[in-house]
């Protein structure tokens, strides 16, 4: 039996990096009868490990008045989990368990049951946004329970107790279940969404009530650096949505109730995802699913009623970078969970900015891109019906740092009834529309695309994970820059006079990355705070937008970098106080120092370095040049290792062929490639060893002729192909 173990972002097997390649299937919208057939398709195609959510709506049976938990189809047979899992182990695969509590998965209520649902049993009391008004739960307009209230945390608590019960057999030393996630996309699907969207029922206050006690000590020494006069932590209201008129910082003091806020959304999701581990109780590699550094995507949800959805004003749109980046802690958090990320992003192939989007959530740190779209194609854009998209998008995950993948859904699905989901089949009869494998077994073009990219992967997926991305650039993030910067779109929401805008992402991360990627330079980005200095030196370089306020232990750790001789671009005005409002000039000391030493490692200017998307050139003006360079209209990621490189390359080109090259640590390989062509080569001692290449468009209905030249070696074929079919 294979001891599996997970550390620095991957899967390890027996102690050797594992390359997961997994499907997910939804048991419990599935006949049974099915299961083996389908997991021999998915195991025949490549995939290793199984994802399944473990649905808490359907499990739970109210019998004589008490609640009970059918796990082995006694009252229906999609019901019978332990002897789905026992199939997957049967199959010799893995699986990794997702039992909520809250799973999304377009159920009713996002896979609650009724009795945890306002709407159903008023004595659970909603979460609710700035407003006052519920948070709603768009599929069924239903009210979503408040978390931290003491019914529903019972409830959780006795749901993931039983499910336990039920998966702990296959938790043992060399069994099937290697890990676990809980919720989704951090807490109902908010890992991406403004800050003003949740945390103001009363439970929620009680929790930023404790958390300000715990940060300030006293009321006294809360007013004092809020300019306030409460009587007591509990008279402090939640932070609400400024307009332009009253705007949103009109003294220093009005900082902290952001930074305070940004804390409470922060501990919200971080606090809850720890209780949910302890009342799980199986000791396996926790991953999360964050949602992507992008604004949230619109579905296509069927019969859509007004007011479930919550409108984001215009001006605050383009702030959701801040938003993720105040209230998902990545660094300071690994101790307690592992960084996975998801996918519905848009579609990268046809647009560069999202293509843009999956780079960055895959750079955001290393994990497995927990669920790519592979058969939304109603739910989504009607382009993820083709197989090209997702190979596309599978592959810049990839390209950007994932050290495995998920194909969401594996299967297509009809088994289910309206006590589950009364909503999706209204949009198509299945779910998801557009499967690799179809409702009744058979396999879809989506499959055999899917099969050679795991293939691939099969066999080189170990090496390439023992690869890394020489990192040119590390973007510095800040947490209470964002944290202010959530509720400030512009100018006509600041009203101090000599004091700028702190950024972190919204002109500051999103054009550093977008320039540093036109350019062929890499990027990384993390925490200041949890830096370690081993993480600060590994990138050619670091950059910040700093402002005129940073805690003392963040300024010793950028000044200490400065005096080691580290490469440092900083822009912004120096901070001159702490998050106390008292004096400290640390960084501002160090700065000056070395530019008045003519120190050629750092570059510091007061205007923004970034918000003009023209940071490479500062780059290459101050000496750096990219390791990897290539053709206009596309892109190129090299993976690096002892002896081996890993060229993901990415054609933006729509009709014709082009011709295209890929210049990487002084080697060069030239393409004729096609329409939206993508694929990744391996070379290893001077010669190309491997590959894998999509050169057909079926949004396009083109199949294109391709061409690839290093050194010596020609390869030319038409379609799709890689060089296991040699």
């Given amino acids: 039996m294979s001891r599996f173990e997970y550390r620095d972002g991957r899967f390890y097997k027996d102690g050797q990096p594992h390359f997961l390649i997994a499907a997910e299937y939804m048991y419990f919208r599935e006949n049974p009868a099915n299961w ?73 209520v996002g896979g609650l049951p009724d009795l945890v649902c306002p709407k159903y049993c008023p004595e659970t009391p909603a979460a609710r946004r700035n407003h006052g008004r519920p948070v709603i739960w768009e599929y069924d307009a239903t009210p979503l329970p408040a978390p931290f209230d003491e019914r529903f945390d019972a409830l959780a608590k006795e749901w993931l107790n039983a499910v336990h019960d039920v998966v702990a057999p296959f938790a043992r030393e060399g069994g099937p279940l290697i890990g676990f996630q809980l919720n989704d996309e951090t807490i109902y699907c908010m890992s991406n969404s403004p800050p003003w969207h949740i945390g103001y029922e009363p439970s929620g206050m009680r929790f930023y009530h404790g958390l300000l006690a715990e940060r300030y000590g006293d009321i006294a020494t809360y007013n004092k650096l809020h300019g306030t006069n409460y009587d007591g932590f509990a008279f402090v209201p939640g932070a609400q949505l400024p307009d332009t008129q009253a705007g949103a910082v009109r003294s220093r003091e009005d900082l902290l109730k952001f930074v305070d806020w940004a804390e409470l959304q922060w501990r919200y999701r971080r606090d809850l995802y720890v209780r949910y581990e302890q009342y799980l109780g199986v000791k396996k590699p926790f991953l999360t699913n964050y949602a992507g550094i992008t ?85 989504y854009d009607a382009k993820s019906r083709y197989p090209l998209i997702p190979f596309y998008q599978t592959l810049v995950s990839v390209a950007g740092g994932a050290t495995g993948y998920n194909i969401f859904c594996g299967v297509s699905t009809d088994y289910w009834d309206d006590t589950l989901d009364r909503t999706t089949k209204k949009q198509h009869p299945t779910f998801p529309s557009h499967g690799p494998i179809d409702e009744h077994g058979a396999c879809r073009p989506m499959y055999y695309t899917a099969k050679m990219l795991n293939r691939w992967f099969e066999e080189n997926g170990t090496d390439l994970l023992r690869a890394a991305i020489d990192i040119d650039a590390g973007y510095l993030l800040y947490a209470p820059y964002a944290a202010v910067s959530s509720w400030v779109p512009d100018e006509r929401y600041w009203k101090l006079s000599g004091d700028a805008i702190p950024r972190c992402g919204h002109d500051g991360f999103e054009p550093f990355s977008q320039s540093l990627q036109k350019a062929g330079f890499s990027f990384a980005m993390f925490e200041l705070e949890p830096a370690s200095d081993a993480q600060m030196e590994s990138c050619g370089a670091l950059a910040i937008h700093t402002a005129f306020y940073m805690d003392e232990p963040a300024q010793k750790k950028l000044a200490g970098f400065i ?130 290449v999509k050169g057909e468009n079926e949004v396009e209905n083109i199949k294109d002729k391709i061409r690839i030249n290093y050194k010596d070696q020609v390869i030319e074929r038409e379609g799709d192909f890689s060089s296991r079919d040699e």
């Fill in 295 to 379: 604004p949230p995507i619109q579905e296509n949800v069927p019969d859509l009623q007004e007011g479930a959805q919550e409108h984001i004003p215009e001006d605050f749109v383009p702030l959701y970078p801040e938003w993720w980046f105040a209230h998902n802690r990545i660094e300071t958090d690994a101790a307690d969970y592992h960084y996975g990320m998801i996918s519905w992003l848009g579609v990268a192939s046809y647009d560069r900015g999202v293509f843009d989007r999956y780079i960055n959530t895959a750079r955001r740190a290393r994990g497995v891109n927990m669920e790519e779209n592979w058969g939304f194609g109603t739910l």
């Fill in 36 to 108: 083996v057939d389908r997991l021999t398709k998915l195991k025949d195609s490549g995939v290793n490990c199984i994802l399944f959510y473990i649905c808490w709506r359907h499990h739970l049976r109210i019998e004589d008045g008490k609640r009970n938990y059918d796990f082995t189809g006694r009252t229906k047979d999609s019901r019978n989990v332990i002897g789905f899992m026992k199939a997957i182990e049967a199959m010799g695969l893995q699986f990794v368990v997702k039992p909520g509590p809250f799973i999304h998965s377009e159920l009713n």
């Fill in 563 to 692: 005096q080691r001789g580290g490469r440092l671009f900083i822009s912004g005005d120096l901070p001159v106080v702490d998050l106390r409002w008292q004096p400290c000039t640390v960084l501002k000391e160090a700065v000056e120092k070395a530019v008045k030493a003519g120190s050629k490692n750092l570059v510091y200017r007061k205007e923004n370095f970034f918000a003009d998307g023209k940071f490479a050139d500062a780059m290459t003006k101050a000496g750096m040049a990219p390791e990897v360079r290539y053709s206009d209209n596309m892109r190129a990621y090299v993976h690096r290792g002892q002896d081996d490189y890993f060229i993901f390359f990415f054609s933006f080109d729509l009709n014709g062929q082009h011709d295209k090259w890929i210049e990487f640590y002084g080697q060069r390989v030239e393409l004729r490639l096609g329409s939206k062509t993508s694929g990744v080569l391996r070379v290893r001692g001077g010669k190309l060893v491997s590959y894998v």
